[in-house]
């Protein structure tokens, strides 16, 4: 009889083939390899080129490799509606193969810290009532160096109250219940933000919990990430919070109008600038004192 895991860890990985993007890779996985707790399984579903994860594979005999078909061409010109289906399509194979009755998410050039899968997991083992846990963040710059800490709201009274503001959910640092996943949904590709609008439907389903503690090395892309998605991302975000003041029963308060007006001001700002607001908004404005970045 194979042994099941307590959890699988679920990663996604777009291999371009650039020698930057897998040496990100290799120390991502490389963090979840070398964790202080031993009863996991990577789940790794990879799209683009095959030979390096094929190869990184083999470091473990914890990492069960798929793959999928995607064209392999530059990612920053893949239309948005394409790139969203090609993220949920791997989220939601990495789900769909996942043994574990814990689901550890784990981006590819994120670094988790040594204890994070033994903290995550005794936090769920000591809160039965608690769906989902994710924590604070160490904040790295592309070369590694620690540039922040990203704090977070804590309990789920919080948490859902703020959903109508932005994402109060850590998406690289989170476990879950597999079956709580699950029965949201899973990943839908005509939503967006797409982690924002699972966890919208988790939130429906069972109760949230950030730990103060960072578990997870979270990497700051140059010029913003998706920045150049801006405006479709905070038109579906608008409408995730709509759907999370529906489905959780949320009444809509000047705060939360503040915070979006503030949002939507941001758009006309240069990347660099844009970025240094929202994370100031979210971290002064909306958590308060506990934010260091």
């Given at each position: ?108 050039d994120d670094i988790s810290v040594p204890n994070r899968l033994e903290t995550q997991a005794e936090f769920l083992r000591l809160h039965p009532e608690v769906g989902a ?68 439907r988790m939130a429906a389903l069972a109760k949230f919990h950030n730990l103060q503690q960072p578990l997870v090395k979270y990497r700051v892309h140059a010029g913003g ?13 608008l409408r995730v919070k709509m759907r999370a003041a529906k489905l959780l029963g949320l009444s809509v308060g000047p705060k939360d109008i503040a915070v979006n007006m ?32």
């Amino acid at each position: 009889m194979v042994k099941v895991p307590q959890i699988s860890v679920m990663l996604p990985f777009y291999d371009d083939g650039t020698s930057e993007v897998r040496k990100k890779f290799s120390e991502a996985i490389g963090s979840i390899l070398h964790q202080t707790f031993e009863d996991f399984e990577v789940v790794l579903v990879v799209s683009g080129k095959k030979d390096f994860a094929e190869k990184q594979a083999r470091r473990s005999k914890k990492i069960r490799l798929f793959f999928f078909e995607q064209e392999n061409r530059d990612y920053k010109k893949i239309p948005l509606k394409e790139k969203v289906q090609g993220i949920v399509t791997a989220w939601n194979l990495c789900l769909r193969h996942a043994r574990g009755k814990v689901a550890a998410f784990h981006a590819y050039d994120d670094i988790s810290v040594p204890n994070r899968l033994e903290t995550q997991a005794e936090f769920l083992r000591l809160h039965p009532e608690v769906g989902a846990v994710g924590s604070s963040m160490i904040m790295i710059d592309m070369a590694g160096k620690e540039i922040g800490i990203r704090k977070v709201l804590e309990v789920d009274g919080e948490i859902r109250r703020h959903m109508l503001q932005f994402n109060p959910v850590p998406s690289p640092s989170l476990a879950a219940r597999t079956s709580i996943i699950r029965k949201a949904g899973g990943f839908r590709a005509d939503e967006i933000p797409e982690d924002y609008d699972l966890y919208v439907r988790m939130a429906a389903l069972a109760k949230f919990h950030n730990l103060q503690q960072p578990l997870v090395k979270y990497r700051v892309h140059a010029g913003g990430g998706v920045s150049i998605y801006r405006v479709p991302l905070y038109l579906g975000s608008l409408r995730v919070k709509m759907r999370a003041a529906k489905l959780l029963g949320l009444s809509v308060g000047p705060k939360d109008i503040a915070v979006n007006m503030l949002q939507f001001i941001s758009l006309f700002f240069p990347n660099s600038i844009r970025r240094t607001v929202l994370e100031k908004v979210r971290g002064k404005i909306v958590i308060g004192n506990r934010a260091s970045i």
